[in-house]
Nanobody, 120 residues
């Protein structure tokens, strides 16, 4: 079974920074696009950032210029560097990956989430 495990969440002050990590494990033949999504209290889950296998990135409008997504294919890990954090960034952050496991068919996998809380 493929698993995505997030880490790096926590409590920070407004204006501070955090770096989230998401590591994929299990029987994996390939990892294509990966991304980060978040869900704040009372809100729907929204796109934060995505990155293709070739390194092309895109970001949600609310985080452009503040967050940076990257990946290390050898480590099967995707990162999210979050700078100039705002209270509005408070949410559970979920890692997402399009991953092929036992078969060549790529499926969509989600991590359990990591809490990010920004105090003001």
């Amino acid at each position: 079974q493929v698993q995505l495990v997030e880490s790096g969440g926590g409590l920070v002050q407004a204006g501070g920074s955090l770096r989230l990590s998401c590591a994929a494990s299990g029987i994996i033949s390939s990892i294509n696009d990966m991304g980060w999504y978040r869900q704040a209290p009372g809100k729907q889950r929204e796109l934060v950032a995505t990155i293709t296998s070739g390194g092309s990135t895109n970001y949600g409008d609310s985080v452009k210029g503040r967050f940076t997504i990257s990946r290390d294919n050898a480590k099967r890990t995707v990162y999210l560097q979050m700078n100039n954090l705002k209270s509005e960034d408070t949410a559970v952050y979920y890692c997402n990956g399009h991953i092929a496991s036992y078969t060549p068919l790529t499926r969509d996998y989600w991590g359990q989430g990591t809490q990010v809380t920004v105090s003001s």
